[in-house]
């Protein structure tokens, strides 16, 4: 097949489907993964409805570009498991905690369901969170209502947000779209930063559950400022010029790297 043609045959099953793996493509066109990597980099280039990401790409057809939950599930599993990891570690017996509706944390909220040895309460606004720990006797847990949104599986709005100002929480693990060293913490979602802003204000100590290839992104809506959270946990070593953007904010960053070494510490200035 030609390059040409299985440009246009890629196009065409992401338009199906919606979204496409790396791996399954390079099995259905009989080529090497490298090769679909550049025939997703250019189709991202030369279609704005074309989305690339980690491992595929997936299909737009609302202004929204936040992959649907289905693909965000999908995606970057190992990565997500190492910073669930870290977050489990921080929790204690005992604790109050607020989850938001991102996929790295319904990795941590699996971990919690075994974890019978700690009495917690959960509040969450992730409906898949609910399914996850519905029937943990050793979890109280508090559901935020609202509207259903389909993209992440949460309940947003109004209801969300004034039902959370009525809760506290010693710890919340939350994630982002991205994360800028001037513009801060943001999110593709105008309703999802809302709830994610209520979260974190309204628990004692904030935690950042974010994938290193978010650095240095910025979305249309505001989450908070870098130093509005005390810690970032993420998946690999960033660039230099991040170390300095952690001091001056006087928040902590957190490397869970792949060679299973443990997790590296970077202290942000007090």
Sequence with gaps: MLAIDRYHAIKEILSKQESASVAELGRAFGVSDETIRRDLDKLSQTEKSVVRVHGGAYMVKTFDKEAPFAVRRSL????????????????????????????????????????????????????????????????KLLCVGGVLRQTSHSFVGYTATDTLQEYRANKAFVSCSGIHERFGVTDNSEEEAQVRRAMLQNSETRYLLIDSEKFG?????????????????????????????????AVNLVVCPADGNGAIILRGAL
């Design 217 to 249: 992104r910025y979305r249309a809506n505001r989450i908070v400022e870098l130093a509005e959270v005390d810690e970032v946990i993420t998946d690999a070593p960033l660039q230099k010029g991040w170390q300095g953007v952690f001091t001056k904010a």
């Design 76 to 139: 970057l599993i190992e990565q997500k498991e190492r910073i669930a990891a870290q977050a489990f570690s921080l929790v204690e017996d005992g604790d109050m905690l607020m989850l938001d509706s991102s996929t790295t944390t319904l990795h941590l909220a699996h971990m919690l369901r075994d974890a019978e040895d700690k009495k917690l309460m959960v509040i969450t606004n992730a409906l898949g969170v609910v399914e996850e720990l519905s029937d943990c006797a050793h979890i």
